[in-house]
T-cell receptor, first 110, second 115 residues
Framework: GQQLNQSPQSMFIQEGEDVSMNCTSS?????WLWYKQDPGEGPVLLIA?????ELTSNGRLTAQFGITRKDSFLNISASIPSDVGIYFC??????????FGAGTILRVKS | DAGVIQSPRHEVTEMGQEVTLRCKPI?????LFWYRQTMMRGLELLIY????????DSGMPEDRFSAKMPNASFSTLKIQPSEPRDSAVYFC?????????????FGQGTRLTVV
């Protein structure tokens, strides 16, 4: 089945530092999505990517859809304490189910 | 829109009892997904519907699990009989496939504890 490899599994960084995480797959996807999950809540969509090579920003967040359609990365610049949570990548092919990565746990030291 | 609405938020039940989880998708969305989240296995897709029809239920762990979508605004996930290993957070998500746009929105989840 389709599998997504998300890395790193966890990060413990200093406030103000930049963060980078990525997902790779052996399969091609037509859509890449990045979600954040806070404790006790459902995943919330951060950024959606629809075209190979697309680079999209949302405030301090930047994500890219890899040229090969098999990977994506998410960058967070100048991290702040409220960035803590679990970040998930998800890939989807047309009309098919979303496949999620295992998540990256982000902790920020003030 | 109020978003995807799930109920209950928390459910504690005894082993062997029937459990029913409920979901109201975002109005106009024609895809509905049920996920289970555990520490060990992360987010697992259980089943998804398109236009109220189950498309892929290969993620449903056992016959004890069943899901229905009687209309476009309501879906249930039932576990009968429940077991302690079913304890997890169950999420419902919905989306509307418009060309290539497939942003899925999640509910807040139901935390199920089977004792």
């Amino acid at each position: 089945g389709q599998q997504l490899n998300q890395s790193p599994q966890s990060m413990f960084i200093q406030e103000g530092e930049d963060v980078s995480m990525n997902c790779t797959s052996s399969s091609i996807f037509n859509t890449w999505l990045w979600y954040k999950q806070d404790p006790g809540e459902g995943p919330v969509l951060l950024i959606a990517l629809y075209k190979a090579g697309e680079l999209t920003s949302n405030g301090r967040l930047t994500a890219q859809f890899g040229i090969t359609r098999k990977d994506s990365f998410l960058n967070i610049s100048a991290s702040i304490p409220s960035d803590v949570g679990i970040y998930f990548c998800a890939g989807q092919r047309y009309g098919n189910k979303l496949v999620f990565g295992a998540g990256t746990i982000l902790r920020v030291k003030s | 829109d109020a978003g995807v609405i799930q109920s209950p938020r928390h459910e504690v039940t005894e082993m062997g009892q029937e459990v029913t989880l409920r979901c109201k998708p975002i109005s106009g969305h024609d895809y509905l997904f049920w996920y289970r989240q555990t520490m060990m296995r992360g987010l697992e897709l259980l089943i998804y519907f398109n236009n109220n029809v189950p498309i892929d239920d290969s993620g449903m762990p056992e016959d004890r699990f069943s899901a229905k979508m009687p209309n476009a605004s309501f879906s249930t996930l039932k576990i009968q009989p429940s077991e302690p290993r079913d304890s997890a957070v169950y999420f419902c998500a919905s989306t509307h496939l418009v060309r290539e746009n497939t942003e899925a929105f999640f509910g807040q989840g139901t935390r199920l504890t089977v004792v």
